[in-house]
């Protein structure tokens, strides 16, 4: 990594010029749609792992707008100034420095003293994103439409700026917006995010949530407003601390606080107490559009940005996308963190391709029975980690991240009738659809850890193909020997049932059937199709169920109902008419003049 080009960036613009220098950016000058054009053209740049892109002629907008700047990890280790893992064995590191202090362990921190310093912000009185100070009108930004069922055009990369309305404790989070009009947008805060704590906290004292909104500036701000930090942990704080010098903080026009004095623009507004309006749907990183739902209302009553503002935007839909490295990163940073919590968790992971919070995978060092499923349970209350939808338990020597070892150990360790947790009406991710309700639906938990005596588990057999044995069945795929996956064209539960009546197939532990939509040959397809569509409570069952002692006990081969279900949004896909628009233009869009 170039440390002297890495050094030379403190906002958007400075940040461009270096990836330019690096080989990591492209311009294209033709002019392009914010709706739905560019989606199609940064996905297949996505499918590359190709370059940030710099659009500069924007339809309907005087500004140019830049996308994919996290779209790989190249790119993360340039914004973070370092490898994500490095900083994440850093934290750890003083955090055993100080647990207990002594004069040798304080003297080793030394070295830490420019970063802790940099936490501070550095207050200026000018700034060039008060250039120029105008009246709201939110329709000539290049805001994006990113898929076909949108309900409009969204900011999706603002850094959205609260003060707790007791306490003054400040929060950045990243939130969409959608657009309602010249002056207003939709505020999308999840339940648990610190925006949506501090709105509570404002309405229940009847009062409004004064709020101020950042695009762009340094890339580290817009990772830092996504991390999972503690509650209370000052986001812009982090981010000096990161990047090793103060972020540059400058008055607000309109609001009694900072705001980034290194950004394009600045929204300053009011989020009302008791005023909410319809949002959405949004193709959302799960792979679906997320239904239509009441949110707050942003006022904005100013708007501030520099002479030539760059526009920074991002999209979402089915994994991977842009957001992938960002998650990668993440976890690289925080699950050293988690470990200090819980020591004897010695890896854990989080699927990209089922949407992170779908599916965890926890390598656990067990010092006494059942260790793992204490862990489990700490899992399920601690932070963001308690949105974890699935999460499978191996043995300390297992490496996480393969999704294949996983499923090994599933068949050798896995017991139906003592391995198998399942959790019902509890909270759930805002964007899961699967759920009874909004929030609200079911987690389960897989202990496939090693027990003492291992379990006996029969010799792989030769199966017939069960396409054509069931109507419905069009596809399948053995993975492991494990899991048998059934691709239908019809409701996935009856042909579950029907399947079990055959012969066959009696070593795998887990069958599921997925929609047509889903390539099998694909192994993160296959974890996106299985893992994003089903709720344990309602689309899970076993071979076998008893009843002994008012106790539930499982038997047999588990099986997950993971097609796609009529009450759930549609799957995200782009209209023929972009995709072949995109192709007539392809060539135009890398010319150089």
């Not at 740049?45 to 190709?50: A, I, N, P, S």
């Not at 606080?257 to 949002?279: C, K, N, Q, S």
């Not at 792989?460 to 492991?480: A, E, L």
């Not at 399947?499 to 996106?528: C, H, N, R």
């Amino acid at each position: 990594m170039n440390e002297r080009l890495m050094a030379r960036f403190h906002d958007l613009p400075s940040f461009l010029r270096v990836l330019e220098e690096m080989g990591e950016l492209k311009r294209v000058k033709i002019e392009v749609d914010p709706v739905l054009e560019i989606t199609e053209i940064v996905t297949r740049v996505l499918q590359q792992k190709g370059p940030a892109i710099l659009f500069e002629r924007v339809k309907g907008s005087p500004y140019p707008s830049v996308i994919n700047l996290f779209g790989t990890e190249r790119r993360m280790e340039i914004i973070l100034r370092r490898h994500p893992q490095a900083i994440g064995e850093e934290l750890v590191h003083l955090l055993e420095q100080l647990n207990p202090p002594t004069a040798r362990k304080m003297f080793s921190l030394l070295p830490f003293t420019r970063r802790f310093l940099a936490m501070r912000p550095r207050l200026q009185q000018k700034s060039r994103v008060h250039e120029v100070v105008e009246e709201p009108d939110l329709l000539t930004l290049p805001a994006i439409q990113c898929w076909p069922q949108d309900g409009g055009r969204f900011i999706t990369f603002p850094l959205v700026i609260t003060h707790h309305p007791v306490k003054g404790t400040r929060n950045l989070g990243t939130y969409r917006m959608q657009i309602y009009t010249r002056k207003a947008t939709g505020m999308h805060w999840h339940i648990h995010k610190g925006g949506a704590r501090h709105y509570f906290e404002a309405e229940r004292l009847g009062k409004d949530l004064p709020v101020a909104v950042a695009i762009g500036g340094d890339p580290i701000l817009a990772f830092c407003a996504i991390a999972p930090l503690p509650e209370e942990m000052d986001e812009i704080a982090f981010a000096g601390f990161l990047r090793g010098s103060p972020i540059a903080l400058t008055r607000a026009k309109t609001l009694p606080w900072a705001v980034p004095a290194d950004a394009e623009f600045i929204l300053e507004g009011m989020v009302p107490r008791g005023e909410r309006r319809m949002e959405g749907p949004f193709g959302d990183h799960f792979g679906h559009y997320s239904a239509p739902a009441l949110f707050p209302v942003f006022h904005i009553h100013l708007i501030t940005r520099r002479h030539h503002p760059i526009y920074h935007t991002i999209f979402v839909g089915k994994p991977p996308q842009e957001d992938a490295p960002i998650g990668h990163a993440i976890e690289h940073i925080f699950n050293p963190l988690v470990k200090v919590f819980f020591p004897e968790i010695v890896d854990m992971w989080a699927y990209m391709e089922a949407g992170f919070h779908n599916l965890l995978v926890v390598a656990v060092d067990e010092r006494y029975p059942r260790h793992a499923v204490k862990t489990m349970f700490s899992i399920w209350g601690f932070g963001q980690l308690s949105l974890t939808k699935t999460i499978i338990l191996v043995s300390r020597d297992v490496n996480p991240r393969d999704f294949q070892a996983v499923l090994q150990e599933i068949r050798r360790n896995f017991d139906p009738a003592t391995d198998f947790y399942l959790i019902p009406n509890t909270i759930l991710d805002t964007l899961d659809f699967t759920g009874v309700e909004q929030h609200i639906g079911s987690k389960m938990s897989l202990n496939a850890c090693r027990k003492e005596r291992p379990l006996d588990f029969p010799v792989t057999s030769h199966s017939v193909s069960p396409v054509g044995k069931i109507p419905g069945v069009t596809g399948y795929r053995v993975v492991c020997d494990c899991l048998l996956i059934l691709q239908v064209n019809q409701p996935g539960k009856p042909i579950l049932q029907q399947f079990l009546q055959l012969p066959g197939y009696e070593y795998v532990k887990i069958i599921a059937t997925v929609s047509e939509d889903v390539d099998l040959q694909s192994e993160a397809e296959m974890i996106w199709g299985i893992f994003t569509r089903f709720d344990p409570q309602k689309d899970v069952f076993f071979e076998r169920t008893k009843m002994e002692n008012a106790t539930l006990h499982y038997e047999g081969r588990l099986c997950i109902d993971a097609t796609w279900k009529s009450d759930y949004p549609e799957p995200l896909k782009m209209s023929e008419d972009i995709k072949k628009m995109v192709d007539q233009k392809w060539d135009a869009y890398w010319r150089e003049k």
